[in-house]
């Protein structure tokens, strides 16, 4: 498996390190949501900034998914995918970055980033070993929880007047 070059045993150091984190990122989207956003962004601004590099440097590296993929993602991979490669990971690559621009923020912008890179994870996950399966659907685990406590979270901004007069009225 000399994916990019790189040996066996680093390739499964980063397949282990990628679940690992993951499984880290589901107990820290409850207790610590902050560090969870934070490592979202470096998550999501390194995925970025590598697809671009990748899809300008050498697109065609992108085909070798295919290895791993199943067979519907293979057949497109080796197909169709060849004559667009660049302009659709750089197409991937501004989900990410975008993404990544939700997690510095709160509210809608963050829950509907979060919502993005969960349908992100699951979209990639057929695409097997090299996409560290299953470390994407933990992490969109982990953004789904996440999303769920910004939801849930209780509002700090005082009620407006009509809500203060009509709450003042029924008591």
């Given at each position: 498996m000399e994916t990019y070059g790189i040996s066996p045993l680093t390739f499964w150091s980063a397949y282990a390190a990628s679940n690992l984190v993951a499984l880290t990122l589901i107990w820290t989207a409850d207790k610590h949501p902050d560090f969870t956003r934070a490592a979202f962004f470096l998550i999501f601004i390194g995925a970025a900034a590598v697809n671009t590099y990748i899809a300008i440097d050498s697109p065609w590296a992108y085909q070798d998914y295919a290895e791993t993929a199943v067979p519907l993602y293979k057949q497109f991979i080796l197909g169709a995918f060849e004559a667009i490669i660049t302009p659709m990971i750089l197409v991937?690559?501004?989900?990410?970055?975008?993404?990544?621009?939700?997690?510095?923020?709160?509210?809608?912008?963050?829950?509907?980033?979060?919502?993005?890179?969960?349908?992100?994870?699951?979209?990639?996950?057929?695409?097997?070993?090299?996409?560290?399966?299953?470390?994407?659907?933990?992490?969109?685990?982990?953004?789904?929880?996440?999303?769920?406590?910004?939801?849930?979270?209780?509002?700090?901004?005082?009620?407006?007047?009509?809500?203060?007069?009509?709450a003042h009225a029924l008591k």
């Open positions: 991937i690559a501004l989900g990410q970055l975008l993404i990544a621009a939700a997690m510095l923020l709160k509210g809608k912008v963050l829950i509907a980033g979060c919502w993005a890179g969960i349908l992100f994870g699951i979209s990639i996950t057929p695409l097997g070993l090299y996409a560290a399966f299953p470390a994407t659907l933990l992490m969109a685990v982990a953004l789904f929880i996440l999303q769920k406590n910004q939801v849930s979270a209780p509002s700090k901004k005082r009620p407006s007047k009509l809500v203060r007069i009509v």
